[in-house]
């Protein structure tokens, strides 16, 4: 593993340049905002690895509670199930009553429907096949620090197009504002994780992270549900965009998401090591009074 | 333009910056592991 992560660093860095000269040189110039567009292939892709990163840390804290007792833990597995086949059963359903395909959004997908579910029960049993209880703890405190520093870059980068584009650096607009208090809630998980030495830190940490995740589909669908200033969403959305547009969007994403990966990993290493050294120390200072004692 | 620039420059400040405080995390980590083996020693 040692000698894989600096390869890995390297690729992704060599990755990484490839999709800043895409943003730069390659990607056509916006017709009407200009060069200014372009931070939109920083900050999009950014968006999307905090959302994906938050959604790991609410599958981590779940998984911590409901698997320190067995039975919510079988009560977990069959509602994911059920929750996988509703939503194929769902999309199905939707597809031969017009009426009811009638009724639904224009932006929404019947195949968007159907996939839901399976991707959510998918990612969470992979991730209770990797992880053990220890592990999904460590995966939590991992996947909300690397989130919250996403997070961070979006809410940074975002005022940096509004001002030139709207004028404003910021509006209390239901998207922008969402979003602020997604990345205040993950920093008070941090902060709780830092601060709290009590033996429940961990588990009031997962319960703040389970209802702090209700924010992410709010963030995410603000746009549909609420008039807003915020662009309307590029890729299965009201909004449209230039394949070549497209193309560097993902060529980013895709970067930052090997990107954080990497991150990931480091940090999650580092959260191991540091249990097991506290672990140590305090099993030394246990010993301790006994050898003087003697 | 300057935008553009302040955007990139502040997200890749961002992320250097995070990666600064795992690494200074990891080398105060090793310094206390390696003085627990100086003790166990």
Redesign the interface.
Known sequence: MKKVFPILALLTAIFLSYA?YDA?IVAPREQTMG??Q??FY??VP?AWTAFLLFFLNFLASLQYLVRRNPGTDKVANWLLITIAALSCVAAAVIGFVPSLKSALPESIQLSSIATTGPIIAGFYFLVRRLFSLEGVDALAVTTAE?GV?FC??VL??GP??A??VWGIWWTWDVRLTSTLVLWLIYVSYLVLRRFSSSGQTPVLAAALAVFGALDVPLVYFSIWIFRTQHPQPVIGGGGSIDPRMLHVLLINWLAFLC?AGL?CW??YR?EL??RQ?EE??AL?ALLEPRSAVR | MNFLYAAYAATWAIHIGYLITVARRYARLKREIDDMSRKDS
């Open positions: 800043l730069l060069d200014v372009r931070i920083y900050h950014s690397v520093v961070t870059v940074v980068t940096l197009w001002r030139p990107f991150v480091s940090r580092l090591l540091k050294v140590t120390q030394e």
